[in-house]
């Protein structure tokens, strides 16, 4: 028997090994500390399997693993137990999860409530200077509008999307790629939304937009990495920024009505990801 991966997503697992039924080679899985591990009963299909896994991992979500799992998935008296709903979600969400992009919903989840308790003392503390000696005095406030959300449905779409993106790029290339480019992607949209609307906006969806962007840019290039990116996923934030350079256009018209959206941010930090997931390509070493 031979180990081929560790799956963070147990039915995505169970769905490559309902396809491998079908094409008569038999795989089992087992639960790990990180998801669940599939294995290959026969070594003598290892060089298929392989190939076929490298398929797989490209594109998950493809039609004819889902044909698969119904097809096979009736013939199964005994298939892997799941467990409990809220010990899947717990496992799934840890799992998912490096240090990092922990820490980042704790230090948004914490200035959140302080912003509840104690009001504009915070955003004072946190919005980006609006001066050079302001920056001088306090220059952290170039990367901490980040943390800085101003409704429930904010920070739980930020968090949302940066736990998605972020444990992504964390578990597949490492802490620091992250950091970095939770740095960069903070500073420089920063800049220039301040440039366009001055210090009073906040949020982390410039740094969710520079990882989509990396996510996107990365999968095209360096496929060999393993990072992937639904089509849907990516089709509907890129929906959703030009959405908000439209609510930004009836904000404008109706006399700031509506919320302001810190578009640039947004668009930058799109760039920021899209121009670091070009120079990785570049420097990568692993490509001839």
């Given amino acids: 028997m031979q180990q081929l991966a560790i799956v963070d997503n147990p039915r995505l697992a169970q769905s490559f090994v309902d396809y491998m039924a079908t094409q008569k080679i038999t795989c089992q899985l087992s639960a790990h500390e990180q998801g669940v591990v599939i294995w290959l009963v026969d070594d003598a299909h290892l060089q298929q399997v392989q190939r076929e896994w490298q398929a797989f991992v490209h594109d998950p979500m493809a039609r004819k693993y889902q044909q698969a799992s119904w097809q096979v998935g009736d013939q199964h008296q005994v298939r892997f137990s799941y467990g409990s709903s809220s010990s899947l979600i717990k496992q799934r969400f840890l799992a998912h999860s490096g240090p990092f992009t922990l820490l980042m919903i704790a230090a948004a989840v914490a200035v959140y409530l302080a912003e509840m308790f104690m009001g504009n003392s ?3 503390a946190l919005f980006f200077p609006s001066s050079m ?3 001088y005095a ?3 406030r170039i990367i ?6 101003f409704s429930i449905t904010h920070i739980l779409f930020n968090l949302l999307w940066w736990w998605e993106f972020g444990g992504e790029i964390e578990r597949k290339l490492g802490t620091g790629k992250l950091i970095i480019l939770t740095l960069v ?7 220039m939304q301040f440039w366009s609307t001055g210090p009073l906006f906040g949020g982390l969806s410039g740094v969710v937009y520079a990882l989509l962007g990396y996510l996107w840019w990365t999968a095209w290039l360096r496929p060999h990495v393993g990072i992937h990116l639904n089509r849907m996923i990516v089709g509907f ?5 030009v959405f908000g350079f439209f609510i930004t256009s009836l904000s404008s018209s109706s006399q700031g009505l509506l919320p302001a959206t810190a578009n640039l941010a947004h668009l ?6 899209c121009v670091q997931a070009g120079f990785d390509r570049l420097t990568d070493k692993d490509i001839s």
Avoid: D, E, K, R
């Fill in 122 to 124: 915070v955003y004072q």
């Fill in 133 to 135: 000696a302001a920056f």
């Fill in 138 to 140: 306090q220059p952290w």
């Fill in 144 to 149: 901490t509008p980040i943390l800085l959300h």
């Fill in 185 to 191: 992607s903070g500073i420089i949209p920063n800049f």
């Fill in 237 to 241: 934030m890129l929906l959703w920024m």
């Fill in 268 to 273: 930058f930090g799109l760039i920021v990801g």
